[in-house]
């Protein structure tokens, strides 16, 4: 797809750069101590700290990642809205008080509490960096995203900008600005996103979304042992070889010089070729969309009812309806959903979407991203069934979560921040039900982009929502982001330097140390974020709490309840926990697409290590710290 910018989105953009920038700027005068540059002085209310909890969890992940979930896979990319907020049950009942109790500015302060050990300092603050990196690729990627359609500009522009004023903001203000920051744009997101919702349900639902909304053709085709010998069209010709993938065959036909993909399917009992959407990368280095340059903008935005299907009788047009009623129709009718394959031909790499009409029950329970029902395998659920783990433990073990307890006075306000967080988070993702389901059906997706599904939708009810959506998820970006950097910047400055390393710094120089850090943080997410660039925001943060998880959450929830837990221990199972989740992400089907490489080849079967990794961290802690009593016995007594 080609998107063009418009003149009224990129002065709505700049204006909310400007206002953050200014707000960082007023901020920094009033930042002098470490405390008030990693906890913001410890004294920010508890609304709004809740408020700011929701514009930090509410990132790239939230309003890009499950919206293009839901819109290319119905209910299951609902379920990680489901995982993500169900965490937060454990974030309240067991985390939020405690750490406030332990903590000081960082993470390793709150762990470490107790123990005073150089190992702790070095993995606790090796694990908040890792993920912290791990949960800044998405934000990036979330925000190269953004940019593309809403100034015009290629990814890489919109990662290396997101970089830049983040690190003004977190190398300036630090935690104070970065709150704030969350506190407006986690508001305002809802408030969009309410007013989005609202449109979605004003419009309805229709079998031609918009008037030039692409037809896709159908050819009726003879076809002897499993190939298409002959076509009734006298503009299309079969041309080179037939080509099988994933259950489907395809055709290459061409008309007027011009080579496109058809996919071969029935329709009562007759064989048919339908029209897809195909990209071919050359041997040459030329790129075709549809057979043609780019430029030509012949790769067209899809998503449509094909049947719909209101109070048991078929119409074109539902008209307006209500929140459950729009869940009933859709959950009624047939929504065409496009899939992906990939295949080669000759020496060309051919990516094929085509037309999968969907019965829209399907849609509306799980099974069509997660195999959990028709088509499932053990290894399947037990993928599943560790994403969910991930997602459920991997918010009460997130560095950049955690540090938001220390910007409250007191205990009892990180609870009351907490519940207000959960009921803002929760209010949104039934939002994004709704949006995602919207995007499905209003012919607005970019079968190459599932992120752009949430911001195509604004644009489809108008160019002023649309920029204002956009300015306010690339702000969410920038808010979640800066707090990252600012866990990341603490973990080197406060954690390793003056800590571990021993190395004396002055008030003002665990803040300088910090803000340099940012900046070195800040390079590297940037160069991240433009190699991980098309992977769904939402399952790259799904990774991130698998590694959150295995690494933190063990430590966490061992250090507070039970008493034999060492020094050792803690720092071996969050080794442990580090190295088993990543070889297991790295090993994965999903990364090796990354990589160019065939899933099929990946050494692991799974993409979701939580299963294995999160287990085998609470196991290495439980053995090591019993093996390390005496060791932890002799401390104590010299200490006494």
Same mark, same amino acid.
């Given at each position: 797809?080609?998107? !063009?910018?418009? &003149?009224?989105? =990129?002065?709505?953009?700049?204006?909310?750069?400007?206002?953050?920038?200014?707000?960082?700027?007023?901020?920094? /005068? /009033? #930042?002098?101590?470490? /405390?008030?540059?990693?906890?913001?002085?410890?004294?920010?209310?508890?609304?709004?700290?809740?408020?700011?909890?929701?514009? %930090?969890?509410?990132?790239?992940?939230?309003?890009?990642?499950?919206?293009?979930?839901?819109?290319?896979?119905?209910? %299951?990319?609902?379920?990680?809205?489901?995982?993500?907020?169900?965490?937060?049950? =454990?974030?309240?009942? +067991?985390?939020?008080?405690?750490? /406030?109790?332990?903590?000081?500015?960082?993470?390793? %302060?709150?762990? !470490? !509490?107790?123990? !005073?050990?150089?190992?702790?300092?070095?993995?606790?603050? +090796?694990? #908040?960096?890792?993920?912290?990196?791990?949960?800044?690729? &998405?934000?990036?990627?979330?925000?190269?995203?953004?940019?593309?359609?809403?100034?015009?500009? &290629?990814?890489?522009?919109? =990662?290396?900008?997101?970089?830049?004023?983040?690190?003004?903001? =977190?190398?300036?203000?630090?935690?104070?600005? #970065? #709150?704030?920051v969350q506190f407006i744009k986690g508001a305002l997101l809802i408030i969009v996103s309410s007013v989005l919702s609202i449109a979605i349900f004003v419009h309805g639902i229709k079998t031609q979304p918009v008037e030039n909304y692409h037809k896709f053709k159908t050819i009726n085709a003879t076809v002897a042992n499993g190939e298409v010998t002959a076509i009734e069209s006298g503009e299309y010709k079969i041309i080179g070889a037939q080509q099988d993938a994933k259950g489907h065959h395809y055709v290459k036909l061409n008309k007027e010089g011009v080579n496109t993909w058809w996919a071969l399917t029935e329709k009562d009992g007759n064989a048919v070729l339908e029209e897809a959407l195909s990209v071919v990368n050359a041997k040459n280095g030329e790129v075709l969309y549809n057979g043609e340059p780019k430029d030509a903008q012949k790769f067209y935005q899809v998503g449509h009812a094909s049947k719909i299907i209101v109070d048991g009788e078929e119409v074109t047009e539902s008209g307006s309806l209500g929140p459950f009623k729009f869940l009933s129709t859709i959950g009624d009718s047939t929504i065409v959903r496009f899939e992906k394959t990939i295949f080669m031909d000759k020496d060309d790499k051919v990516q094929v979407w085509y037309q999968n009409p969907t019965p829209g029950k399907d849609i509306m329970t799980p099974g069509l991203k997660f195999k959990v029902k028709k088509g499932s395998t053990f290894m399947s659920k037990l993928d599943f069934v560790s994403l969910m783990i991930a997602l459920f433990f991997g918010t009460s073990a997130l560095p950049h979560i955690l540090i938001r307890y220390y910007t409250v006075p007191s205990p009892k306000a990180a609870r009351k921040s907490t519940i207000l967080a959960i009921a803002a988070i929760g209010f949104f993702y039934v939002l994004t039900l709704f949006m995602g389901l919207g995007a499905m059906i209003t012919g607005v997706l970019d079968v190459q982009n599932s992120n752009m599904a949430g911001p195509l939708l604004a644009k489809f009810f108008g160019i002023t929502l649309f920029s204002v959506i956009s300015a306010i998820a690339f702000a969410t970006v920038l808010g979640t982001v800066s707090g990252l950097i600012v866990a990341a910047s603490g973990a080197v400055a406060h954690d390793l330097i003056s800590n571990y390393f021993g190395i004396p710094l002055t008030d003002k120089g665990q803040v300088k140390a910090g803000k340099i850090a940012a900046v070195v943080v800040g390079v590297f997410a940037i160069l991240l974020g433009i190699v991980f660039e098309g992977i769904n925001v939402s399952f790259l943060v799904g990774l991130a709490f698998a590694v959150a998880a295995s690494a933190n959450l063990p430590a966490i929830l061992m250090m507070l309840f039970w008493k034999k837990t060492t020094a050792k221990g803690i720092s071996a199972s969050i080794v442990v926990g580090i190295i088993s989740a990543l070889t297991m992400i790295l090993l994965s089907p999903s990364t090796f697409e990354v990589y160019g490489l065939l899933p099929s080849d990946a050494p692991i079967p799974m993409d979701n290590p939580g299963i294995i990794s999160i287990p085998l961290a609470f196991i290495t802690l439980v053995v090591v710290s019993l093996m390390t009593q005496k060791d932890a016995v002799g401390r104590e007594k010299q200490v006494a």
């Open positions: 797809m080609i998107y !063009n910018a418009s &003149p009224f989105a =990129v002065a709505i953009f700049v204006a909310f750069v400007l206002a953050v920038l200014w707000m960082s700027s007023y901020f920094a /005068k /009033k #930042t002098t101590t470490s /405390k008030g540059y990693y906890a913001a002085g410890g004294d920010i209310h508890w609304g709004v700290n809740g408020i700011a909890f929701a514009g %930090d969890y509410l990132s790239a992940a939230s309003f890009l990642g499950i919206c293009g979930m839901i819109a290319f896979s119905g209910y %299951d990319g609902f379920l990680y809205s489901i995982g993500y907020l169900a965490g937060w049950v =454990v974030a309240l009942f +067991i985390v939020a008080e405690p750490m /406030k109790r332990l903590g000081k500015y960082t993470f390793t %302060d709150a762990l !470490n !509490n107790k123990y !005073n050990s150089r190992g702790i300092h070095l993995t606790s603050a +090796i694990s #908040t960096l890792i993920v912290s990196l791990c949960y800044l690729v &998405p934000q990036m990627v979330g925000a190269g995203s953004l940019v593309t359609p809403l100034l015009g500009m &290629p990814h890489y522009v919109g =990662v290396i900008l997101v970089g830049a004023i983040v690190i003004f903001i =977190v190398a300036t203000a630090g935690m104070a600005s #970065t #709150t704030y």
